[in-house]
């Protein structure tokens, strides 16, 4: 059982470069979500799709793009990479829409934007 | 600006301390405060959570008191082993989203 999967881990980017990142989730959750994750913040909400077919701004839209490709999966989309950009990159998946459910978090993917 | 506040950065511990950490919202209309562990490596997970309307809720080691009038919310790890080593993050949610503390890295030495 695999949950929430994300791929790449790693990446180095240049600035202006494109990166697709992709998640995938085998648990039958209506809601997925991305976060980023930066010292001293916590992580933030960039997007996220409360059902199939739905997506909408989080607290941290700017420079992103998603899309909720399936039920399974969503993807988080890096148009033109900016030094800002580098973090690590966290999607989750709810069963239901709403921050009352648990969410279960992949591993991330830790990119670097030179 | 953060809209939970979490402290402190970090803590450490002997085995069989109780690492306390600390967390203040301002926003009433949060209706729920769960806890996530991180380890290294890993993306969080759900520790244990509570509503605004109990003031203590225990699961295992794990206890968070909430103070509803303070706008406060605390976690309590008692009789911590090694294991518990990780980050800690508190957090409150509002119709679909949760926001997350800064996180506090607790290490417990043996």
């Known amino acids: 059982n695999a949950g929430v999967t994300q791929t790449p881990k790693f990446q180095v980017l240049k600035t202006g470069q494109s990166m697709t990142l992709q998640c995938a989730q085998d648990?039958?959750?209506?809601?997925m979500y991305w976060y980023r994750q930066d010292p001293g913040m916590g992580l933030r909400l960039i997007y996220y799709?409360?059902?199939?077919?739905?997506?909408d701004k989080g607290e941290v839209p700017n420079g992103y793009n998603v899309s909720r490709l399936n039920k399974r999966e969503f993807s988080l989309r890096l148009e033109s990479a900016a030094p800002s950009q580098t973090s690590v990159y966290f999607c989750a998946s709810t069963l239901a829409p709403g921050g009352n459910q648990p969410q279960h978090f992949g591993d991330g993917t830790r990119l670097s934007i030179l | 600006q953060q809209q939970v506040k979490q402290s402190p950065q970090s803590l450490i511990v002997q085995k069989g301390g109780i690492p306390i950490i600390n967390c203040a919202y301002e926003?009433?209309?949060?209706?729920?405060f769960p806890w996530y562990q991180q380890f290294p490596g890993k993306g969080p997970a759900l520790l244990i959570a509570?509503?605004?309307?109990?003031s203590e809720k225990k699961e295992g080691r794990f206890t968070i008191s909430f103070n509803k009038s303070a706008k406060q919310f605390s976690l309590h790890i008692m009789d911590s082993q090694p294991g518990d080593s990780a980050t800690y993050f508190c957090?409150?949610?509002?119709?679909?989203?949760?926001?997350f503390g800064a996180g506090t890295t607790v290490t417990v030495r043996a």
């Open positions: 509570i509503r605004p309307d109990v």
């Open positions: 926003n009433t209309a949060f209706d729920y």
């Open positions: 957090a409150a949610s509002k119709d679909y989203k949760l926001s």
């Open positions: 799709s409360a059902s199939e077919g739905t997506t």
């Open positions: 648990m039958n959750h209506n809601s």
